[in-house]
């Protein structure tokens, strides 16, 4: 029996302890026949309330989900765009691709993956019906208007815990300070590692896919890229200043080439800017991404520099050669360079703080601010 499964055969009964009435026979007849029919149809109404995102696949929007009784729920509604493809038989071969994958994202039910609810077509345009998460992407919190915005609206002693431990200035955007932004890193690799068991890449993880959910933890979105790297199409989609390098090769992306990515992110995170915004063409860029490794001292601010624990976390995430990265997410967050080390480290030298906490606290101050 499906754990899930329950049978009560209690009769239901009232407070005074008497045997609850039958209701409409009719209603109750009705209830029977869509019991014992085992399929079932009706029609979601959903009302789009305002774009959330817009990419090469398609545009993503906040979404009313009205269904009986006055039940309504937001939702996340993701449109894919037929524009990008040659003819209407490639968008349809994509999107099976894509349905496939999602069907299996939606299984793994992950704290930290999107959970993804449905699947459909409407004209023969697809669309994905996805959770909606209340929050921040990280391309939105590092801009420097966000921590600006607290300036003038927060104590002097709480705008230095701020800076001190959550996130502070940095020289083209606001930088995280290590304890919180490897925080954040820990529940995307937990995320990736869910991902990798099922043998799926998430083929685009960046700042705008990682959200910072109300609740201080964090939610890895948007797998609209991710493929199955046991069986993998012939065509990919990837944002190519987070790429790895042997995917922007054009060789096979695998579950290393993710953690590339991930490392690059954390790179941006600790700096406060992206090393390769620079790159005028590919060949520089992938030049940048093979040299990281050696331009770390003059691109990290110096509390990470003096970090050895942290520095060989970094290189593990980084090196240009994937044979050389972390061998999975896994390891990557529990080998003794991994992750959990580093904020072992911190609580054994007392400068640990309840992280998911801090972020939230962080969170529902900006939120104050914006709806004033």
């Known amino acids: 029996m499906p754990a899930t499964t329950r049978y009560e055969p209690v009769p239901t009964i009232t407070y005074l302890g008497e045997e609850s009435s039958q209701c409409d026979p009719k209603l109750v007849s009705r209830y029977d026949d869509l019991t014992r029919r085992r399929k ?39 449109i894919f765009s037929p524009e990008r493809f040659p003819d209407a038989r490639s968008y349809d071969e994509a999107m099976q691709r894509i349905a496939s994958i999602a069907a299996r994202i939606a299984l793994i039910q992950h704290d930290n ?47 230095k815990y701020i800076n001190d431990v ?4 940095g020289p083209e955007q606001s930088r995280f300070k290590p304890g919180v932004a490897v925080a954040i890193v820990r ?88 090393p390769f915004n620079n790159t005028k063409n590919l060949g520089e860029l992938l030049q940048a991404k093979r040299e990281l490794p050696m331009n770390l001292e003059r691109i990290l601010p110096e509390e990470v520099l003096r970090n050895a624990l942290l520095m060989n976390f970094l290189r593990g995430l980084i090196a240009p050669d994937p044979t050389l990265r972390f061998v999975s997410a896994e390891a990557a967050e529990h080998v003794e360079q991994g992750a959990a080390a580093f904020h072992r480290q911190l609580i054994i030298g007392n400068m640990s703080t309840e992280y998911d906490n801090d972020i939230r606290l962080w969170l529902e101050e900006l939120r104050r601010l914006e709806n004033d």
Not at 118 to 144: A, C, K, S, T
Request: some cysteine; overall charge negative.
């Open 40 to 78: 079932m149809n009706w029609t979601g109404h959903y009302n789009l309330r305002r774009m959330l995102g817009r990419g090469g696949q398609g545009e993503v929007y906040l979404t009313e989900h009205r269904g009986t009784d006055g039940f309504t729920v937001p939702v996340a509604m993701k």
């Open 113 to 159: 993956l999107l959970d993804v609810q449905n699947f459909f077509e409407r004209d023969r345009i697809r669309v994905m019906l996805m959770e909606w998460v209340d929050g921040y992407d990280l391309r939105q919190l590092v801009m420097p208007k966000c921590l600006e915005l607290l300036r003038d609206h927060i104590t002097p002693k709480r705008w």
């Open 166 to 169: 959550i996130i502070t200035e």
């Open 187 to 274: 529940e995307c690799l937990a995320a990736l590692a869910a991902l990798h068991r099922d043998g799926i890449v998430h083929g685009d993880f960046k700042p705008a896919n990682i959200m910072l959910k109300r609740s201080g933890h964090a939610k890895l979105i948007d797998m609209g890229s991710s493929i199955d790297y046991r069986n993998p199409p012939k065509d990919r989609e990837c944002t190519p200043l987070y790429a790895a390098p042997e995917v922007l090769d054009n060789l096979d992306a695998t579950p290393r080439s993710d953690l590339a990515s991930v490392g690059y992110v954390l790179v941006e995170l600790l700096s406060g800017f992206n």
